[in-house]
């Protein structure tokens, strides 16, 4: 009894210990993030990185998934006679829920695990301390500028992602399940308003800070070794998928519930 | 001038440094030498700023690398670390010529490229190396880079860690040689920490021996043979009868 109280009194002191870590990271954050020198090759490179390359894992993820919408909300409104709502709901589901979630999580596989292991491997072979000693500060350098590109690259990402799903459903809509292309388009246009795009997008910069930051974290508290960068990646991917989907109940919860 | 004074530090139980004192004069060549795990790399991390000291106090040209103005006393530092640390995403040219390129000391793009290849030539590379990528050269190579970088902006004090390991003994003496040149040329405060011998007498003006997180001697390169330091004797000798305990 006393062995499991210990336990689980250290298993908490550890949690407060990782939670304290990552406040205090993000808050050098963002003192760092206002103030030059500002690394803008570092940053347009992460764009590339982040933003361009992700493009196609994205685009494709969001096709499959408006097409296979479609399809599931066709078998769905059959049994009810509203087989014609397929185009409307495809779009506000992919635009307000699934095109950032899906998103975000695969940028979340592609990108948090490749910046938790390039940084990590830069923390054990004493990269960030040769930064340090070049007068050169780390966070400045190496996170910042791939906190500010995510933030502005996911979104994009998730708008060409809304855009590719709801192609997607359109092309099985219209191919598959025989619904007329305009039909199709005015029914997806008209049942759609701004703020379903706009809380996609603002959910898109916030999965994108998510990402970058818990790519970043892990990677700079990385331990000696391979192990530790291996340990790092996945940690950053499994924490930023699940805060990806906490964040996103409570953002939806936000902006929905009246 | 470098000055340590009652140097302490610890890693949980673990006390490495226990009164560390040290002076290192102008224009001195400092070697540290000391069995594995007897804290060096420690000594050279706190000089850094890299890591607190629990206690004690470093000076680096009379600033503290601990403090607020950190900055001021590392723009006067270069180093060259055991692996290189050498950043792979950026080309040769770009990793010697790193403070030129970012930062305080910001210059025009060739004109960093210039310095870059002039300290490339300085350490015996050739201009052609300039844009190949750090993972593309061999480990000599790599070193040879660090140390462009570390001279890059003519620093006044230069650290060197372990700057032989995983070199062959001919690559090992060319570098070496190459430290010792630079130090003398530039005249420069130079730290080296080593337990390479041959890297002691090529490259030291000084010698201190640090065992069980104390320096054990200190003294003139010329003094080594003639100590009657048991810690020092058995460490140049290489035997396993000593003061300093070996595992089997």
Redesign the interface.
Known sequence: MIRLTARTGRLFLELCSFVGELIIFCFRILTNLLVPPFFLRAFFSSIIQIGWLSLPVVGITSFFTGGALALQIYAGGARFNAEEVVPSIVAIGMVRELGPVLGGLMVAARVASSIAAEIGTMKVTEQVDALITLSTEPIKYLVVPRVIAAVLAVPVLVGVGDSIGVLGGYVIGTTRLDFNNAIYLINSINYLEFWDVLSGLIKGAVFGCIISVMGCFFGMRCEKGARGVGQATKSAVVSASVLILAANYFLTEAFFSS | MIEVSDLHKSFDQNNVLKGVNLKISDGKSMVIIGASGQGKSVIL?CL???IKPDKGLVLLNGIDPNSKEK?IA??K???L???G?????LPVWQNVA??YL???R?ISTSEARKIAIDKLNRVGLKDSFADSFPSELSGGMQKRVALA?AIATEPEIIFFDEPTTGLDPIMAQVINKLIRELVVEMGVTAVTITHDMQSVRSIADEVALLHAGTIQWTGPLKNIDKSKNKYLNQFISGSGKGPIETLR
Request: proline share 0%.
């Open positions: 991390k850094l700023g890299l900055n590392l723009a530092i270069g180093m670390f055991q692996g640390a050498l950043f792979d995403s790193f403070r970012n930062g305080k910001k970088r």
